[in-house]
């Protein structure tokens, strides 16, 4: 069952207070109701007869505001996660519509003027590019970055470590701690590992 708000005492926040990402969180988190989501109705008129059979998800989904969307997604990911992929798969196809159907309301009404339901379709889209999975090229540009990231952490920690082992003349650390990155090394870190390694095999 999805529970309907977050539980657990919280901050209570005062006047003058500085408040943090998550003090910001959290009035989000009592705002919402995870049972409910947006609770907001869509007027079937405002609507295009094509777009018209989104209504009941746009009613649920369109919440207002990018944090308060993501707290939301991040519940039903861990307590429903069907209904996230259900909300993604029927939204996917008819995106190109919506997104006409929005930025023709604009053009012809203004932001200000446009009816209820282009802006609860107008969140909707936005908690549907929260949800959605990422490209797969996006994925692996992540891994990439993490792996070099990693990578990179690691050299550090190895040059540090290796520093220590031969000013106290443990050579055979030196090699164990350097070898792996010899790829990677300078010119006076690669130095290092060939000394290391000549003086440990005397």
Known sequence: MVPKRGDGPRREIRPGDILT???FAARAAQRLDFERGADVRVDPTEVPANLSPLIPLVERWAIAGSAPQQLFID???AHAPAEVDAFVDAVRPALQDIRGWIRESIDELGVRNVPAAVSQ????????ELAKPPDPEVRARDREKRAAFLAAKQLRTALHDAADAMREKRYEDVVRLLQPHESELSGSSLKKLQIARKRAAD
Not at 122 to 127: I, K, T
């Open 21 to 23: 990402l998550g003090d």
């Open 75 to 77: 519940h039903l990911r």
């Open 121 to 128: 379709f107008a969140y909707a889209v936005s908690a549907y």
